[in-house]
């Protein structure tokens, strides 16, 4: 069954029900019905709807391109389930998907700078304890001279140093997996932000809740898939948290 609908008059068209007329010419003629069958109609209501097809609730997928008349009023009033047509979105798919092997590099430098950092923080504490006349606690410490525990920190710093000069490299060939507009609209919502607090606090209370340290977004600042950022970047989607109270 094929029915197409024009003239709904979203957002109208999910909570008021309209005169429903069948076009039954090429010129646009038009005549009154009452239910809907395979064809092309005007007017009607999402409840005639669901009762001309017999179905209700999510067993309709309602596809859309506007997040506000074609997603959220869906979801408040109908229980459709709902798919959003994004093509914004696109260029970051795209921005994400080439820059997975940029950013597999940088995880793999930060694990091992970690690797490093924590030996050499071993080889550090055992060379304070021994100058205090406590034995070291690890046993690569325990087998080394003062002269061998300075050397190798002092190895291990360099390594530490190209690490972090190869993930400064690795981070700006990832290129934060955006999109040049993404990093632009990025920069803009960070710029305004204080303004857009106007809209995404809009209490007096609400910036008591904005405190550091409470998940809150307490900085002017962006991450990736934490919430005490203000904003963060998920699945290439720029996404302003908005904590109304």
Request: hydrophobic residues 40%; contains cysteine.
């Amino acid at each position: 069954m094929s029915v197409v609908i024009v003239s709904a008059r979203k957002p109208e068209f999910f909570q008021m029900s309209h005169p429903l007329y069948e076009v039954v010419t090429g010129e646009g003629l038009m005549r009154p019905c009452f239910k809907t069958r395979t064809g092309l109609y005007s007017g009607e209501s999402a409840q005639m709807v669901e009762n001309s097809l017999n179905i209700h609730g999510d067993e309709i997928l309602y596809v859309g391109d506007h997040i506000y008349t074609d997603v959220s009023q869906f979801k408040v009033h109908l229980r459709w389930r709902t798919a959003l047509i994004c093509r914004e979105l696109e260029e970051e798919y795209k921005a994400l998907i080439h820059s997975r092997g940029p950013r597999a590099t940088v995880v793999e430098l930060i694990n091992q700078k970690e690797v490093v950092g924590d030996l050499f923080n071993q080889l550090r504490l055992a060379l304070q304890r021994r100058t205090k006349g406590r034995p070291a606690q690890t046993l690569a410490a325990t087998n080394m001279d003062d002269r061998e525990l300075t050397e190798n920190m002092q190895k291990l710093l360099i390594v530490m140093q190209r690490l972090q000069y190869s993930l400064l490299l690795a981070q700006l060939f990832a290129q934060h997996a955006m999109s040049k507009v993404g990093e632009e609209f990025m920069a803009g919502v960070l710029d305004h932000l204080p303004s857009i607090l106007a809209f995404t606090a809009p209490l007096p209370n609400s910036y008591d809740r904005i405190q550091p340290n409470t998940w809150s977004g307490a900085y002017q600042c962006w991450g990736k898939e934490r919430e005490a950022h203000c904003i963060f970047y998920y699945l290439a989607m720029c996404i302003v948290i908005g904590k109304l109270n």
